[in-house]
């Protein structure tokens, strides 16, 4: 069981503090995943580091290079779906492993690139495999921690990507200088050999073993998009028409027709999401995905083109820019793990709307600091610990909010469509650039789209609009009963033990209830 033990089954002196409370088991599966994701943010920040190298080899305008880092998110969504999928029906091992190879070969083909199409090609394989490391690795570590530890295993797990920036920016101040940008690219596939030795060891999740896996029958989350011919033949129309429209969006072929072909793909990814979630869940996928979509916004024109400002605007050197890099993606990193110590003692909402809210303080004053590098890399610290290290309990959010047998698909394929913020972003950041300096363009995309995700999570929409269509619907899968904010999970909360319960008929778990906690139509 994972509740709270009763104040009998209390050892003398109360709980142990909390990583005692993590078996030897749960920390192995953890630094696995760990080093897998480090290994994800290591080769996708790769092209905002070169970006300007990038755009004097092929001849490219600051946009069409933006339009690089975009090629990644373009993919994600079908990347996300596809590999969640995997991870639900035959477990969330085979599934990390297949997406850290797609990534890592995407990331070898970009240094062999010839020119711009070619170098947009290989960005779309590392989007795939990049979204499927997301949904495996979290959905794998949520469910093999302790309940109340969750929010910590999530932020964790998240600080593994800017360790991998960190990485990646101390590795371009010594290589591309000397070698070139290309080897930045063949670099990034290496380490993958660490990883899948590291994988082939690793434990099942708890949770999918206890509740899928022994039950011996393999789930199919996307059951409701295959279900008859016809509904299959338009669904595979509809993927062919969404990233079609997406290439277009974001490469020159779609000039002139932008707008339109955005709302072409918004539509055919709206209309698998109202499949996937049914008669009363759609609401609920859709709300999330725009609250994903919107966090992207606020965060990643910095984090892909704070490098191009660096050295556009402010003129610094590689070394220079590589300083800075670490700053960032160190704040990052200590801001996961603040995130998952916050979000477990005040609750996964509270944590995210306040931490935000504390962010804007740091933002305008970040790009008013041009003359002192040390001023600079102290104030970015604090904005991407409190504006970006909070994502690192995103997943917890997401993935709460589906049971497990469709956990990793629904969370892949809700946060990679929402991630195609992470697209539009860079790309906006350019183009508002184009009427005033990128500092500022920057500042105001970051300041006003945190105002909007402060309100989304905080103010609980999501769940909030869900219940319009379920009054059932289940704010936490991945709370069971007894574990609130601020509680404290005993030393048998570990959910490689057994499956969670959920908190009641009315909020159970288990499968006769559908994705978002709905009761089947």
Known sequence: MNARPGKDARPRGGY?????????????????????YLLDGFDFVLITLVLTEVADTFGLSTAGAASLVSGAFITRWLGGALLGAMGDRYGRKAAMIASILLYSLGT?????AWDYTSLFAARLVIGMGMAGEYSASATYVLESWPAALRNRASGFLISGYAGGTVLAAQLYQWVVPNWGWRWMFWAGVLPVLVALWVRRSLPEAGDWSAEVGAAGERPSPFGALLAGRARRRLNCVLAAVAAAALFCVFTPAGTGRVPWLAALAALCLTAFAVQLGGRRGWVLYVSLTVTVFCAFLYSWPVQALLPTY?????????????????????????GCWLAGFVGDRFGTRRAYAGTLLASLVFVFPVFAVQDSLVALGLVLFGLLALGQGISGILPKYIAGHFPTPVRAASLGFVYNVGALGGAVAPVLGARLAEGMSLGRALAVLTFGLTLVVIVLVGGDVPVRLARLLDRETVGD???PAGSGPGSRGGPGSGSGAGPVPGPGPAGGTGPERGPGGQRPK
Not at 16 to 36: I, L, N
Not at 108 to 112: D, E, L, P, V
């Open 16 to 36: 142990p503090p909390w990583y005692r409370q993590v078996t030897p088991r749960q920390w192995k599966s953890m630094f696995a995943a760990w080093v897998g």
């Open 477 to 479: 899968h991945l709370v």
């Open 310 to 334: 660096l050295k556009t605007e402010l003129g610094y050197t590689p070394a220079q820019v590589a300083d800075v890099m670490f700053y960032a993606g160190f704040g990052t990193m200590a």
């Open 108 to 112: 070898f083909a970009c240094g062999f």
